[in-house]
């Protein structure tokens, strides 16, 4: 048994108790699950993300150092990548908004393997990347979606995603493609890192604990929403509850509803200290947020420290009359 | 780390934040600037006929959260083997249909809009009932 992954899964299932024994508990330690916790979990996140950021913001970046995945622009008649090596800020949007709605630079993740007679060859390996968009994409849908018990009236947008997202009208209550998406990508992210040996390497409990979190929080609600049943009225009020900022407990809405809850708010407050953080991270990559203008504008590396210079008009002004003595040739007598 | 440096790309960045921030706490300008509606969840009228029936096919509580499987399964029923009793577990006999005639869940709960909408509304649920099925109060 391997540790990292171990620990990170003991640490949830610690959770989930912790959660179910608050829930059963009594009022008083719901409304800690359900109030006080997650208005905690959120300041912690708003806090903590906002300095971890401008942290990022105030360390310099010596050089400029896109990547370059083309050719760079240089005379009118070479042919040059306006995309894949931007020399304009267009450029660097377009590059920017690929990468962060479709993940483009994982797209070109590539396999070394070895086929017949020997020939080495780089192969293009695409799970990791149908994986990685299935699970930020169904995310992104899931957490749009929540904003139903967030808001009322219920918003136009929002109950149009949501009939997109159950278009296939499969049950009652009618499934939500998104949810079981999310589910099966983020249990293929965690198979995959535990059955590839390379993957299982390099993976540290940091990059299970999340997994493992995300999983119990698809995982109970799709209990929530199509097995064992909460009251979904009465989960809407909390929310609102908490929205109005006139927090309050609704009794009897079930205990997995709580082990939700705690799990999103653990997600959000641990979420500025872990790698989690690419989501603010993403837009302040030096390698994609740049123009490539190297050869074009001058840039100066931010840590110069002033360097005192003698130049060569302030040294004949020093020597001139020397260099005069001597006959050496000056520029103004 | 990085004790009063300048922060590098300042105005972008706080443009950046000022937007993070406006989007988490998206709800909450949501309902103070725009909406203000009523956030306390609607309370169910029950009809006469249903207040002096005492109680529906199942419990209250299993009625809450489990009428939408009970009316999947009872469609599915009906449809495709014909059957049109329900029996409940405590040996009551019921007619198995949403909308026609007295003997139904709408020949007993009357109001459409007060029984059903209020809550599937409230929950931004919109249920394909409707698709097919025609509220009886409305067809006169």
Not at chain 1, 15 to 28: H, T
Not at chain 1, 215 to 229: C, D, P, Q
Not at chain 1, 255 to 278: R, T
Request: hydrophobic fraction near 45%; include cysteine.
């Amino acid at each position: 048994m391997n540790v990292r992954y171990m620990y990170s899964l003991i640490a949830v299932i610690v959770l989930f108790l912790l959660a179910y024994a608050g829930a059963e508990a009594g009022v008083w330690s719901q409304y800690i699950l359900g109030v006080v916790i997650p208005y905690l979990a959120i300041l912690v996140f708003v806090v903590f993300f906002i300095r971890r950021i401008v942290g990022w913001a105030k360390s310099p970046v010596p050089f400029r150092i896109p990547t370059t995945c083309g050719q760079q622009k240089t005379l009118p008649w070479i042919k040059s990548s306006w995309l894949d090596n931007p020399s304009s800020r267009l450029g660097v949007i377009a590059r920017m908004f690929l990468e962060i709605v479709f993940f483009r630079s994982l797209f070109r993740n590539t396999k070394f393997a070895v086929k017949d007679q020997n020939k080495p060859f780089y192969a293009l390996e695409l799970w990791l990347w149908v994986g990685a968009l299935a699970f930020h994409m169904a995310f992104f849908t899931v957490v749009a979606r929540h904003l139903r018990f967030f808001t009322q009236p219920v918003l136009f947008p929002i109950s149009l995603l949501e009939n997109i997202d159950s278009f296939f009208q499969v049950g009652l209550p009618g499934v939500f493609i998104s949810g079981v998406v999310l589910f099966a990508a983020v249990t293929f992210l965690l198979i995959r890192r535990v059955l590839i040996p390379q993957v299982r390497y390099i993976s540290l409990a940091s990059d299970y604990f999340p997994l493992f979190l995300i999983f119990g929080i698809a995982f109970s609600g799709l209990l929530m929403r199509y097995f064992s049943k909460v009251d979904v009225v009465g989960v809407k009020e909390m929310a609102m509850g908490l929205v109005t900022l006139h927090p309050h407990i609704v009794e009897g809405v079930g205990a997995i509803f709580y082990v939700h809850v705690f799990f999103v708010s653990i997600l959000l407050a641990y979420f500025p200290f872990s790698k989690l953080m690419h989501l603010g991270g993403i837009f302040l990559s030096p390698t994609r947020n740049m123009v490539n203008n190297n050869r074009a504008v001058r840039h100066i590396n931010p840590w110069n420290y002033p360097v005192e210079v003698h130049t060569y008009e302030e040294y004949e002004e020093e020597f001139r009359d020397k260099m005069i003595e001597a006959g050496l040739p000056v520029e103004k007598e | 780390m990085s004790k009063n440096k300048k922060m590098y790309n300042r105005n972008i960045i706080v443009a950046g934040l000022i937007l993070f921030i406006a989007l988490i706490t998206f709800p909450v300008w949501n309902y103070y600037v725009f909406s203000g509606e009523t956030s306390t969840a609607p309370e169910i009228k029950l009809s006469e006929k249903a207040k002096a029936a005492k109680e529906c096919v199942r419990s209250k509580e299993y009625m809450k959260t489990e009428h939408m499987q009970l009316l999947d399964v009872w469609r599915d029923t009906v449809v495709r083997e014909a059957k049109r009793v329900y029996v409940s577990p405590n040996g009551k006999s019921y007619n198995m249909s949403l909308s026609s005639g007295d003997n139904s869940c709408l020949g007993c709960h009357v109001d459409k809009a007060e029984f059903c909408d209020k809550c599937h509304n409230y929950a931004s649920v919109s249920p394909y009932c409707w698709d097919c099925h025609i509220d009886p109060k409305e067809k006169k």
